[in-house]
């Protein structure tokens, strides 16, 4: 009878776990937001500059960039002045939008379906979308990390993941590794990061312009 009892109570603690309900609100939140950027991109009505700006605002009030910019750094962030933190997010915030836009480029002309989400902990949740690849015809599935604020009135997404290959590949984990490898190789240098993230700025450009395609080159 006790091994019973102690089954049912154990059946009732998954039940009630939080990990077993979806988080219906950052579902929202994706499905309505992600949406609206991706709208951006199959805005024919707006030329180049138009559009790289308009992504940008949209983005900016989707995902927290500031505190993506210092979560990739790592624990160099902590050493950081005001001002060497100011120079170094300026070229971030430009280097990660253009990253944002060439990956999602690949999506232009497709739409975007939430099909459901995991809390990872009582503020934050992964929800996974899927949509049509406008290069490959097939559906990619696009995972995105959203943490709710402090006050439980507002979100943000702290990353991004693409499934590419049986494997995910989430853009700030993807810059944390490579900043952080350089700035160990630089003594936590800042300023030869950002001169290292505006030669990678300039490649994705050129690539552009010379017809390579938008690919992004890390």
Request: proline share 1%; hydrophobic share 40%.
């Amino acid at each position: 009878m006790k091994y019973k009892s102690a089954l049912a109570a154990a059946a009732l603690l998954v039940a009630a776990s939080p990990a077993a309900f979806a988080d219906k609100k950052s579902e929202a939140y994706v499905q309505t937001n992600a949406s609206s950027v991706l709208s951006v991109l199959n805005d024919k009505s707006l030329g180049a500059e138009a559009r790289e700006k308009k992504f940008g605002e949209y983005m900016n009030q989707f995902a927290h960039m500031p505190s993506i910019a210092r979560r990739v750094l790592g624990v160099n962030a902590r050493g950081l002045s005001d001002a060497e933190f100011n120079r170094y997010y300026k070229i971030f915030e430009t280097y990660a939008l253009e990253v944002y836009q060439v990956h999602f480029d690949q999506f232009r002309g497709a739409g975007l379906r939430v099909t459901g989400s995991k809390d990872d902990s009582p503020q934050r949740s992964t929800v996974e979308s899927v949509i049509k690849s406008s290069q490959t015809g097939k559906d990619t599935k696009i995972y995105w990390d959203v943490l709710l604020s402090n006050d439980g009135k507002s979100y943000r997404v702290r990353d991004v993941g693409i499934e590419l290959g049986g494997s995910v590949l989430w853009l700030a984990q993807e810059q944390q590794a490579q900043f952080v490898n350089y700035l160990d190789r630089n003594n936590g240098d800042i300023d030869k990061l950002i001169t290292r993230i505006n030669v990678l700025l300039a490649d994705m450009e050129a690539r552009k312009k010379d017809g390579r395609g938008s690919a992004y080159k890390g």
